[in-house]
């Protein structure tokens, strides 16, 4: 038997790379919406942002000369059922077909994800996440994803981040609908459940050799000291960043404990149905994408407030540099700061064995699933050459420490069979626009032509792939 080959690639999203937000029949999205409104303190948008709509073929080229041979994006969910009557965008399907065309080309395997944070308005409009009719809509725009696309996307992701996405939406509000309510948290984390399961049930009736998955954002909570109150809080961050998506996407159920204690922290859980549960029961995934950037570092629950703040939080007011990231839930856990360890300019834990320690957990509570590292990378203000070219030297650090501590878990016999840099080239960062920049590729934003520009960290990645095609 031949061994399967080990997936290395770069992953980018629909709102943040695509640009054309209002050609070829696409709707409107709720990131369309709140750039262009007054909540958008910055008025920076994704309009156009790097383009992709119209340089797909140059970016996959690169993907393909930089020794990639798979490649994570997104469908724009209001590009293929723009409106509420659920008619189908034929131009939507036809676009993704094309990059599907480009990506054969080469040999690079698609991974595609049906919602990254870009809902459609009509949803919006509803009451978005926390909209009860959200995971019909969702398994019917599912439905038509994979009915069209078939065997040809062969990864398929539901959700990305359900995790930070809630947060963003309903704790710390800076991404839409912005608000601070923690009942309307969990309901939106509920419902991303159930939609991940009504799309998995419709992908079991198309009967595909494809294969799907959720991406999750969190790495494991973590403290700097073994007492019972640490290791509680550990528990704790663990229930509130890890379980609520982990356990009812692999296992099918929710643990007792985590609903108890959501239900004492306040929240009223009528939302929740026995109907929805039993389809999460039937409807598992195949294989878990995991997100790499930092731990969740806790201390017991002292005092204060249920709050949180993320790494772009600060950015929508025109401050360049945001508060640290941090998260007080009342009764649960508070964020702790270890000195010793560095942050990148966003006030983030570097902290690359964050990833070795996750994927043991995954595989000692979940045991084999197959597993991808769906987005790694380091956000940096990148300083340019007068060629346009970016010596990274701390992108290529940042990956690379990271990449021993992955292939380190692999080899003590976790189930990783593919990685991805977040992101292929520069694009539009939510929040942070586009000064905060990923990209393994510069985009130069100002020269008219959206003109990409590998970085060292492409040469880099590339002779890192080379030597480790075999892992
Ligand atoms: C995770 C998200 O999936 C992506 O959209 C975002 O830009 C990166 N993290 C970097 O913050």
């Given at each position: 038997?031949t061994?399967?080959?080990?997936?290395w690639?770069?992953a980018?999203?629909?709102?943040?790379?695509?640009?054309?937000w209002?050609i070829?029949g696409?709707?409107?999205?709720?990131?369309?919406?709140f750039?262009h409104?007054?909540k958008?303190?910055?008025?920076?948008?994704g309009?156009?942002?790097?383009d992709?709509?119209h340089h797909f073929k140059?970016d996959?080229?690169?993907?393909a000369?930089?020794g990639q041979?798979t490649y994570r994006?997104?469908?724009?969910w209001s590009?293929i059922?723009?409106?509420?009557?659920?008619?189908?965008?034929?131009?939507g399907?036809k676009?993704?077909?094309?990059?599907?065309?480009?990506l054969?080309?080469?040999?690079?395997?698609p991974?595609?994800?049906?919602?990254?944070?870009?809902?459609?308005?009509?949803?919006?409009?509803k009451g978005?996440?926390c909209?009860?009719?959200?995971?019909?809509?969702?398994?019917?725009?599912?439905?038509?994803?994979f009915?069209?696309?078939k065997?040809?996307?062969?990864?398929?992701?539901t959700?990305?981040?359900?995790t930070h996405?809630?947060?963003c939406?309903y704790?710390?509000?800076?991404?839409p609908?912005?608000?601070?309510?923690?009942q309307?948290?969990?309901?939106?984390a509920y419902?991303?459940m159930?939609?991940?399961?009504?799309?998995i049930?419709?992908?079991?009736?198309?009967?595909?050799t494809?294969?799907i998955?959720?991406?999750?954002?969190s790495c494991?909570?973590?403290?700097?000291f073994?007492t019972?109150?640490?290791?509680?809080?550990v528990?704790y961050?663990?229930?509130?960043?890890n379980d609520?998506?982990l356990?009812?996407?692999?296992?099918?159920?929710y643990?007792?404990?985590?609903?108890?204690?959501?239900?004492k922290?306040?929240?009223?859980?009528s939302?929740m149905?026995?109907?929805d549960l039993?389809v999460?029961?039937?409807?598992?995934?195949?294989f878990?994408?995991?997100?790499a950037?930092?731990?969740?570092?806790?201390k017991?629950y002292?005092?204060?407030?249920?709050?949180?703040t993320?790494n772009?939080a600060?950015?929508?007011?025109?401050t360049?540099?945001?508060?640290k990231e941090?998260?007080t839930?009342?009764?649960?856990?508070?964020s702790d700061t270890?000195p010793?360890i560095?942050?990148?300019?966003?006030?983030?834990?570097?902290?690359?064995?964050c990833?070795?320690?996750t994927l043991?957990?995954?595989k000692?509570?979940?045991g084999?699933?197959?597993?991808?590292?769906?987005e790694?990378?380091h956000?940096a203000?990148?300083?340019?050459d007068?060629?346009?070219?970016?010596?990274?030297?701390?992108r290529?650090?940042?990956?690379n420490?990271?990449l021993?501590?992955?292939?380190?878990?692999?080899e003590?016999?976790?189930?990783v069979?593919?990685?991805?840099?977040?992101?292929?080239?520069?694009?539009?960062s939510?929040i942070?626009?586009?000064?905060?920049?990923?990209?393994l590729?510069?985009?130069?934003?100002?020269d008219?032509?959206?003109?990409?520009?590998?970085?060292k960290?492409?040469?880099?990645y590339?002779?890192?792939i080379?030597?480790?095609?075999?892992v």
């Amino acid at each position: 038997m031949t061994k399967e080959k080990f997936l290395w690639g770069s992953a980018t999203a629909a709102y943040q790379c695509e640009g054309a937000w209002d050609i070829n029949g696409k709707g409107i999205n709720i990131w369309d919406e709140f750039c262009h409104s007054d909540k958008n303190k910055t008025g920076i948008t994704g309009d156009v942002s790097c383009d992709f709509y119209h340089h797909f073929k140059e970016d996959i080229k690169m993907m393909a000369e930089g020794g990639q041979n798979t490649y994570r994006f997104s469908i724009s969910w209001s590009r293929i059922v723009p409106k509420e009557d659920r008619i189908v965008n034929e131009a939507g399907l036809k676009f993704y077909d094309e990059v599907l065309n480009e990506l054969e080309k080469y040999n690079i395997v698609p991974n595609v994800t049906l919602v990254h944070y870009d809902l459609p308005d009509y949803i919006g409009h509803k009451g978005g996440w926390c909209y009860e009719g959200i995971s019909d809509e969702f398994a019917y725009y599912a439905s038509v994803v994979f009915k069209h696309f078939k065997n040809r996307i062969p990864l398929y992701v539901t959700i990305n981040e359900p995790t930070h996405n809630a947060f963003c939406n309903y704790m710390v509000g800076n991404y839409p609908p912005n608000e601070f309510n923690m009942q309307h948290l969990c309901e939106c984390a509920y419902n991303m459940m159930v939609c991940n399961a009504k799309a998995i049930r419709e992908f079991r009736k198309c009967n595909l050799t494809s294969q799907i998955g959720i991406v999750h954002a969190s790495c494991l909570a973590e403290a700097r000291f073994d007492t019972p109150e640490y290791k509680e809080a550990v528990k704790y961050g663990n229930m509130f960043n890890n379980d609520w998506v982990l356990d009812p996407a692999i296992k099918g159920f929710y643990e007792k404990e985590l609903i108890e204690k959501v239900r004492k922290s306040g929240i009223d859980l009528s939302f929740m149905k026995q109907e929805d549960l039993a389809v999460m029961k039937e409807n598992t995934i195949d294989f878990l994408g995991q997100n790499a950037y930092s731990r969740l570092l806790v201390k017991p629950y002292e005092k204060g407030e249920t709050c949180a703040t993320v790494n772009n939080a600060g950015n929508n007011d025109g401050t360049e540099r945001a508060a640290k990231e941090g998260k007080t839930v009342k009764g649960w856990f508070e964020s702790d700061t270890d000195p010793n360890i560095p942050l990148n300019p966003w006030g983030r834990e570097i902290y690359p064995k964050c990833i070795y320690n996750t994927l043991l957990n995954r595989k000692e509570k979940y045991g084999d699933i197959p597993i991808y590292i769906t987005e790694n990378g380091h956000g940096a203000y990148d300083i340019a050459d007068d060629q346009g070219y970016v010596e990274d030297d701390d992108r290529i650090n940042f990956i690379n420490n990271f990449l021993a501590y992955i292939l380190k878990a692999k080899e003590e016999g976790v189930n990783v069979k593919g990685y991805y840099v977040w992101s292929t080239m520069d694009l539009y960062s939510w929040i942070n626009g586009y000064k905060k920049r990923y990209g393994l590729v510069r985009v130069d934003y100002e020269d008219g032509n959206l003109k990409r520009i590998p970085k060292k960290s492409y040469y880099w990645y590339k002779k890192f792939i080379e030597e480790h095609k075999d892992v």
